[in-house]
Nanobody
Framework: QLQLVESGGGLVQPGGSLRLSCAVS???????IGWFRQAPGKEREGVSC????????YYADSVKGRFTITRDNAKNTVYLQMNSLKPEDTAVYYC?????????????????????WGKGTLVTVSS
């Protein structure tokens, strides 16, 4: 069982930066944490994920070069550093946990089979 809590959302101007955090409690062997987002009126979209064991990151094409995912295993926290934000990045951002292959499938192929989700944090990019 895992519990996930997101934080760090807010209002930022285009071109600005935000860092989201996903605090993880509980235990699950060999898992990954992914970030997903859903804008109003749009389908959920995979953003990025990270293998907790070795730190290998995966990114959706829409955020490559702008977003960076990292983890701090001592703090049981995964971070999403978001730079060069655009209005189209506006969404509720969720973190989710599951086996690596499941989370990667969510990021790359839109298959959301993860069992554990946070409640989300709102990111608004607007001038």
């Amino acid at each position: 069982q895992l519990q996930l809590v997101e934080s760090g959302g807010g209002l930022v101007q285009p071109g600005g930066s935000l860092r989201l955090s996903c605090a993880v409690s509980g235990f699950m062997p060999d898992y990954a944490i992914g970030w997903f987002r859903q804008a109003p009126g749009k389908e959920r979209e995979g953003v990025s994920c990270i293998n907790i064991s070795d730190g290998t990151p995966y990114y959706a094409d829409s955020v490559k070069g702008r977003f960076t995912i990292t983890r701090d295993n001592a703090k049981n926290t995964v971070y999403l550093q978001m730079n060069s934000l655009k209005p189209e990045d506006t969404a509720v951002y969720y973190c989710a946990a599951g086996p690596l292959e499941t989370v990667v499938a969510g990021i790359l192929y839109g298959k959301y089979g993860m069992d554990y989700w946070g409640k989300g944090t709102l990111v608004t990019v607007s001038s």
